[in-house]
């Protein structure tokens, strides 16, 4: 069964975020000029209605394309993905990326854990989770399926989060590959190209 | 936690035992919604849940009806239903008979949705609303218009949102804990099982709906869904379907023309 066909070069950073992590990510992308191994996906939990405001942001402070996700587009490296609104979003074995409205996951849509948990079972030790700033529970659970895969577990240090409760949480129910504050998030980002 | 290939296994049982294929499901979401109701019963042996699909067939429909998504809500995305109201209803008014058809219309909310908007127009008594599904369960609750009352204010900012300027709350009469639309809003609706995987079509129409039901389908199945739909259109009617789908890899370019930024297509020939 272990037949792992991991992709060699092409790896997946998804980042997962709820309350306050808008603004950390507003200080990671702006620094990041080119992926060429990999993808971005952000999944962060927002009201259904502030959709096009999300990608529009993002793709402002960013030289990197971000692609709109609709259901079973192409994924590829390169891009930043993120999750829309009012959908969950879950990856393909081909790919491609699909999306699911079934049942809320601890009140979200799109959740973290979901997607998470997706990425880790296609893309096992080439994936990298990182956890930011929230007040939820929600992505303590993807973590541990990431890492149960192989892949690298990241939690944003809880003492430079504005909403500590989310990567504490987490902190507290998996053992993390790193602690790390945004700069170094940014750095390790950075670094897998290299 | 079911295997890949565990879960073909299922699928290719479930073919044989009782005809239908899930083999052009999305893998992804498949995977999730047997392994939610694999866990929720209680199972710790693929074997025994496997046997248990194909020798209780009350067992097989129960997990059909789990595995299958239902969510939906009474005039999702506000902005579609405008374009609805403001565009295509008064195309639609021209007609002297107007044809609709839901598919996969899980519990029937959009359904009513639409029913309104044609009773606010003028149009309800001279069209006819069909509402297909391949879950019995949500076809019965559908045919019944209850729904839960504590989503009506939700609803009701909703219908706002969309154009409506009625008191949304005239649309039906609460009691314990359910909002039962009016009898008038059903008379024109007529609601009954139909597979897309491999049904075919039964009618034509002015316009088809179906959304959020696309997405748990593959490309291959998908393309064919939207041929179908294309073979229930009339020239001039309208194929609507969710704000993440398209039929631009399913459908010769310059057939169709879209409506603004709605996922709403024209067929023009
Ligand atoms: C998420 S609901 C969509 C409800 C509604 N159209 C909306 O957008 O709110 C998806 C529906 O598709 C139905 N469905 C799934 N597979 C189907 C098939 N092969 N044929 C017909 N309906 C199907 C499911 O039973 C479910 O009720």
């Given at each position: 069964m272990e037949k792992d066909q991991i992709d060699p070069d092409f790896s997946v950073v998804i980042i997962g975020g709820s309350a306050g992590s808008l603004n950390a990510l507003m200080q990671i992308l702006p620094h990041l000029s080119e992926i060429k191994s990999f993808a971005i996906v952000i999944v962060v939990h927002r009201k259904s209605t502030d959709e096009q405001t999300l990608e529009e942001l993002i793709a402002l402070k960013t030289i990197i394309n971000v692609k709109p996700v609709e259901d079973k587009v192409p994924f590829l490296p390169g891009f930043i993905y993120i999750a829309p609104s009012n959908y969950h979003l879950l990856f393909e074995k081909n790919r491609t990326l699909s999306l699911d409205t079934s049942e809320k996951i601890n009140y979200s849509r799109p959740s973290i854990d979901v997607s998470f948990e997706s990425a880790a079972e296609v893309y096992k030790s080439n994936l990298t989770g990182i956890l930011l700033s929230g007040s939820?529970?929600?992505?303590t659970l993807g973590l541990k399926a990431i890492q149960k895969e192989g892949g690298t577990v990241i939690i944003q240090d809880p003492k430079s989060a504005e909403m500590p409760y989310m990567p504490n949480n987490a902190i507290q129910n998996t053992v993390p590959d790193y602690i790390l504050n945004i700069k170094e998030i940014l750095q390790f980002i950075l670094s897998i190209d290299n | 936690m079911i295997e890949d290939i565990e879960l073909e296994t299922l699928i290719n049982e479930v073919y044989e035992y009782y005809g239908f294929d899930f083999g052009s499901y999305s893998r992804a979401s498949l995977k999730r919604r047997v392994n939610r109701i694999y866990q929720l019963d209680g199972f710790t042996h693929f074997e025994d849940f496997l046997s248990k699909v194909r020798y209780d067939p009350e067992y097989y429909k129960h997990m059909v009806d789990e595995i299958t998504v239902n969510v939906t809500e009474m005039f999702r995305d506000p902005a579609f239903y405008t374009v609805i109201r403001n565009q295509i209803l008064p195309l639609l008014g021209t007609k002297p008979f107007i044809r609709l058809w839901h598919a996969g219309c899980s519990t029937g909310e959009e359904v009513y949705s639409m029913a309104i908007l044609l009773k606010e127009a003028g149009l309800l008594h001279k069209s006819l609303i069909y509402a297909t599904d391949i879950n019995a369960k949500v076809l019965d609750s559908a045919k019944k218009g209850i729904f839960p009352l504590r989503m009506m204010k939700e609803y009701s900012e909703n219908y706002r949102d969309s154009g409506g300027k009625e008191d949304f709350s005239s649309y039906y009469t609460a009691n314990y804990g359910i909002a039962k639309f009016n009898d008038d809003l059903a008379q024109k609706m007529v609601f009954s099982q139909h597979n897309l995987v491999s049904d075919t079509s039964f009618n034509e129409f002015d316009m088809i709906f179906c959304r959020n039901?696309?997405?748990?389908?593959d490309n291959e199945l998908q393309k064919r869904v939207i041929n179908l739909f294309d073979d229930s259109l009339a020239v001039l009617g309208f194929l609507a379907l969710g704000t993440k789908e398209t039929i631009k890899y399913s459908i010769a370019p310059g057939k169709y023309k879209q409506l603004e930024r709605e996922k709403i297509w024209r067929k023009i020939r």
């Open positions: 939820n529970a929600d992505g | 039901v696309l997405i748990y389908f």
